[in-house]
Nanobody, 125 residues
Framework: QVQLVESGGGSVQAGGSLRLSCVRSGYPYAGLCMGWFRQAPGQEREGVATIDSTGNTRYTESVKGRFTISEDNAKNTLYLQMNSLKSEETAMYYC???????????????????WGQGTQVTVSS
């Protein structure tokens, strides 16, 4: 059974940095499309950054230049480096995976079939 476990969330002041990690177990092969999503209270879940099996990445406009998604397949781990965090980015951050993600839909949560439990990120102003 494939599982995703996130870590690295926490509280940080605006302008600070955090690195989220997502460890994948039960599927020790590369080739998945992986992504980070976030959901703030009362808001819809939003795609933040995704990476497909060939290494292509996609970012939501508001995080470009500040966030970096990467993966270490040897460690079955996905990362999200978040710099210059803003208070409005306070949310629960989720790791997700799917076997196939068309480039035009890489930030759509509907195509992702496996989800972690989430890690909370709180950014204070």
């Amino acid at each position: 059974q494939v599982q995703l476990v996130e870590s690295g969330g926490g509280s940080v002041q605006a302008g600070g940095s955090l690195r989220l990690s997502c460890v994948r177990s039960g599927y020790p092969y590369a080739g998945l499309c992986m992504g980070w999503f976030r959901q703030a209270p009362g808001q819809e879940r939003e795609g933040v950054a995704t990476i497909d099996s060939t290494g292509n990445t996609r970012y939501t406009e508001s995080v470009k230049g500040r966030f970096t998604i990467s993966e270490d397949n040897a460690k079955n781990t996905l990362y999200l480096q978040m710099n210059s965090l803003k208070s409005e980015e306070t949310a629960m951050y989720y790791c997700a995976a799917t076997f196939y993600c068309p480039s035009s839909r890489m930030l759509e949560d509907q195509i992702f079939t496996l989800w972690g439990q989430g890690t909370q990120v709180t950014v204070s102003s």
